[in-house]
């Protein structure tokens, strides 16, 4: 069957594009299989095409060999993989974006990986990103990862490179598959069932994949390393045991008292100073890992209505839930403006307000997200002949279209707390109610926050009716659609003594749109959850291409092949204007077993509907305040300092406006963040070089090695706390001074910072790749896949105290690996294989935090002194045993992790860790037991 009767868009695979691979696939299935096919990468169809550009395969048998069960679990543990864009050990994490998994290609951010579904794009969120739980693993046949920019070839987003996940079609027969799984702690139970059918005929077919997974969500307390407060011991003073100031002022002196064990709330007597003793933990309520469930349902349909035409169509269906849950809310009385009343019965100090913390812990902070996608991609493809050439033809239309239900509660309302920490009395019955004997305030309940968790008593938050009161739901809803047209043309021009000249053209009008609209409270800023605004926005494009490859040289001395591929898109779009992107790729064969090949690319990423129409919202930033007495670099006592009323003696407060020791220190504050509409695209410009060589004198040996190298300017990033801080304070520019409120303590309570067109980042780096297939002996087959990526460069434009601009060197730092190594060997005897994997990761850096962990206490950078921690490497083990029953079934037992190994403590609150905890969000969080059943009919 020609390929060119396939539906428009598939992309089949060609990598690695090995000669000598290549060449016995021919031999084995017949020329027929090679006939004008579409590489991912390109737009040109032929059956001599090769990628100038690495692409890395993942058949569906790699996929069955690993213990994963999810599309980006498996993307992940690519070796050019970068740090998880929200991990799901990001306990603290937010917005529509929480509970998907995303793919992060050279660390360069996953809003910057495109993400197609047979060749057509997924869909994004609000944000920017693209949700890979969405597809069904029981629906995919292989995945093809393209490691180069091809903003040319495919538009917006593909900076870093592009994934594509091919599905099943035309699958004839039936299968069920069901899998087990638990880490050796005993929690985090897997399930996941799958059941796929199809039935093909000359003509066409169908495809029906249905899918039902789900993983309990695993607990901070129930891990080593995440126990005990996220910075090694660091427990929150805001306790669930209460505590009042008395002084409260100067706020670096106020003395908190908490009520002894036994003691009377109401007697000022029974209350002692508290002590790091009684602070709370609140990793004890955090869950380390959400929980997550899917159903996904995946349908593939396509008939050939002539001989040249056919018909496709791909329908998706996914419904995800994610639970989250966080410590009950650190309450600081001072932070809302609502003290307990000195008119309250239960204030230990009658007649005075008096200022207060307590955390909520009665009633931990729970999410339950939900996003529901519905996706269609439709069209006719067909194949002519003209002038005795053959042309390949496809129009086509998709709509994706996710829908968000976000469901909160733990969070108190300020309206009810201002209420219930109001007057009250004690009525006739010897029940506290707020308000006075006078004016009781009906549908009130009165609380006592100074009531330690665990005691009974009058105002007691365990009290189901002031639960009720204080903490209702919250709900926060999201849309996003997206809708595409394309049309697209390719084939042969004219011949040149090396061989036919190919060209592609196509058009694509997108429209993206979304929302993203918060609570009522959240709007308002009546509770104490994150303050946020809706997103709202819209955009359209219209795009045209043009691909053309050439070939110059063939079968002549130290050229059997040299082409050279040329590529350019122009997109309009309706918000900022217009863009123009090129590519240029070679591939030199100077031996039958040896291929050079090459790229440059321009690439470019839009700003997404959140960038340029999101609301505003907020978060606990960390940073330092160069007003400090103690902080890292002070000015204290400038005349900036001293302009904004904060006094030399200053020492910067952080949560429970308790001094800081460690720096960045998180403010007790939110602050808030927000969009520009004035954003411009970012640009980038990439290079890639490389070679495969598969040695004739060994067969079944082949190896590439590649390298490339990724700039990117005008990077969308936000305006930093420390970079607003610095400007005002140190380098006296009153302009970036007029959003920051201070209290009368100094302490700075409010500040806005948005985003903006400033970041700039280079990469570079070798891939190199060894596949080697041994003869078959008496006792098994054996193959080795050895894949290695190794980083040379990762710089980051910034700022140092001073304002000038510096490189700062991030290679080496957490998540950041400078090398990435995955070892797999497979053996095969009958019915019977073993799978096995080490996946090796490089030592990690961190600024050091004190505590005597100072390993590189002499470093320096850039000229200014920067002691860093240095943790050693970690490799991580799996192992699967499969059997290939006689009644058509597999069953396979395998363990990812299977040494439980642990990674190092990681203490500075760096985003590359990538969770909330002290621990890369990358690794594994223990051994991991699975048992697989699967069934062919």
């Not at 998880?84 to 992060?104: C, K, M, N, Q, T």
């Not at 008292?257 to 003691?263: A, E, P, R, V, Y």
């Amino acid at each position: 069957m020609r390929v060119g009767m396939l539906p428009a868009g598939i992309a089949i695979a060609l990598a690695p594009a090995f000669a000598s691979a290549q060449e016995a696939a021919a031999e084995q299935q017949g020329a027929t299989t090679l006939d004008r096919i579409e590489v991912t990468g390109s737009r040109i169809r032929g059956a001599d095409m090769e990628t100038q550009q690495p692409i890395i395969t993942l058949s569906r048998q790699d996929i069955e060999k690993q213990g994963f069960t999810s599309v980006a679990d498996v993307l992940q543990n690519l070796t050019s993989a970068g740090s998880p864009a929200i991990s799901r050990s990001d306990a603290l994490a937010s917005g529509e974006d929480v509970g998907g998994y995303y793919i992060d290609i050279r660390n360069l951010g996953a809003q910057r990986t495109l993400i197609l579904v047979n060749g057509k794009r997924l869909g994004a969120s609000t944000s920017g990103l693209q949700d890979l739980s969405q597809i069904p693993m029981s629906s995919i046949d292989r995945i093809e990862v393209l490691k180069d920019g091809a903003s040319a070839i495919y538009g917006s987003d593909a900076i870093a490179g592009v994934v594509n996940i091919i599905t099943r079609k035309r699958y004839e027969g039936a299968e069920a598959s069901g899998y087990l799984g638990q880490y050796g702690e005993g929690d985090g139970d897997t399930q996941d069932f799958s059941f796929t059918m199809g039935s093909a005929g000359d003509r066409g077919g169908v495809t029906l994949s249905v899918e039902y997974y789900k993983q309990d969500p695993v607990a901070a307390k129930d891990r080593w390393f995440s126990e005990d407060g996220n910075t090694g011991g660091a427990w929150s003073p805001v306790s669930q045991n209460g505590s009042f100031c008395d002084p409260c002022t100067p706020t670096a002196s106020a003395v908190w008292w908490t009520l002894n064990d036994g003691g009377t709330p109401g007697n000022r007597a029974d209350y002692h100073r508290i002590t790091p003793a009684e602070y709370a933990n609140s990793n004890e309520q955090m869950f380390l890992m959400t929980g997550i469930e899917r159903r996904s349902v995946f349908a593939n349909a396509n008939y050939d209505i002539t001989d040249n035409i056919t018909f496709n169509a791909d329908i998706l269906y996914n419904h995800r839930t994610t639970d989250q849950q966080i410590a009950g809310y650190p309450y600081q009385s001072g932070s809302f403006g609502t003290p307990l009343s000195g008119t309250s019965v239960f204030n230990p100090i009658p007649g005075q307000n008096t200022a207060f913390r307590r955390r909520l812990w009665e009633v931990p902070r729970t999410t339950k997200s939900d996003l529901e996608t519905y996706r269609f991609a439709g069209g006719f493809n067909g194949y002519f002949e003209l002038g005795g050439r053959g042309w390949d033809w496809d129009v086509g239309a998709l709509l994706n279209r996710n829908t968000t239900t976000k469901t909160a509660h733990g969070d108190a309302s300020l309206l009810a707390t201002e209420q219930a920490l109001g007057p009250s009395f004690i009525d006739a019955n010897g029940i506290a109610q707020c308000g006075t004997a006078a004016r009781p305030i009906a549908d009130c309940v009165p609380w006592n926050p100074l009531l330690p968790y665990g005691v009974a008593g009058q105002g007691s938050l365990a009290n189901p009716e002031l639960q009720k009161f204080l903490f209702p739901q919250y709900t926060d809803t999201g849309l996003t659609r997206t809708t595409s047209y394309t049309a697209n043309i390719s084939g042969g021009l004219f011949d040149l003594p090396a061989g036919e000249v190919g060209m592609a053209v196509g058009v694509e009008h997108r429209q993206e749109e979304g929302r993203f609209v918060p609570d009522a409270f959240a709007q308002s800023g009546n509770s104490t959850g994150l303050a946020a605004t809706t997103t709202a926005g819209e955009y359209s494009l219209d795009e045209v291409y043009a691909e053309l490859n050439v070939p110059l040289l063939a079968d002549v001395a130290f050229a059997k092949e040299l082409t050279i591929n040329i590529a350019g898109r122009y997109s309009d779009y309706s918000n900022f204007g217009d863009t123009t992107n090129g590519k240029f790729g070679f591939t030199w064969r100077p031996i039958d077993e040896l291929l050079v090949r090459g790229t440059w690319a321009e690439g470019f990423r839009a700003p997404t509907i959140n960038d340029l129409y999101g609301g505003i919202g907020s978060s606990f930033e960390s940073y330092v305040d160069p007003c400090g007495r103690t902080s890292p670099g002070s000015v204290a006592g400038n005349a900036a300092c001293t302009g904004a009323g904060v006094a030399p003696t200053y020492v910067q407060l952080g949560q429970g406006l308790v001094p800081c020791t460690s720096f960045p220190c998180q403010t007790p504050d939110q602050f808030i963040t927000g969009s520009n509409p004035n954003l411009l695209p970012e640009t980038s410009k990439s290079k890639t070089a490389g070679i495969v060589w598969s040695p004739r004198w060994v067969e079944g040996l082949d190896l590439s090695l590649d390298w490339y190298s990724y700039k990117i300017e005008n990077m969308i990033i936000s305006d930093s706390v420390d970079r607003i801080l610095r400007d005002c304070y140190v380098l006296g520019n009153p302009a970036r001074c007029e959003g920051i409120v201070r209290a009368p303590d100094g302490h700075i309570t409010d500040l806005f910072f948005g985003l903006a067109n400033l970041g700039q980042m280079e990469t570079e780096g070798w891939d190199l790749g060894v596949k080697y297939r041994l003869p078959e002996f008496s006792f098994g087959k054996f193959s080795v896949d050895w894949q290695t990526s190794y980083v040379s460069k990762y710089d980051e434009q910034g700022e140092n105290s001073d304002g000038d601009a510096i490189t700062i060197g991030r290679v080496g730092e957490t998540g950041i690996f400078r090398v990435r190594s995955n070892m797999g060997v497979n053996w095969e005897l009958g019915d019977f294989s073993v799978s096995y994997m080490a996946r090796y990761y490089s030592s990690m850096k961190e600024p050091c935090v004190g505590r005597g962990v100072c390993t590189l206490p002499d470093r320096y950078q850039n000229d200014e002194a920067a002691p860093q921690k240095v943790s050693g490497s970690n490799t991580f083990h799996d192992l699967q045993f499969a059997y290939q029953a006689p009644w058509n079934a597999t069953v396979a037992i395998g363990a990812n992790n299977v040494f439980d190994h642990q990674g190092p403590l990681m203490y500075a609150n760096t985003s590359g860790r990538s969770s909330d905890f002290p621990y890369y969000g990358g690794f594994d969080i223990g051994r991991f037991v699975y048992l697989k059943y699967q069934q062919r009919f």
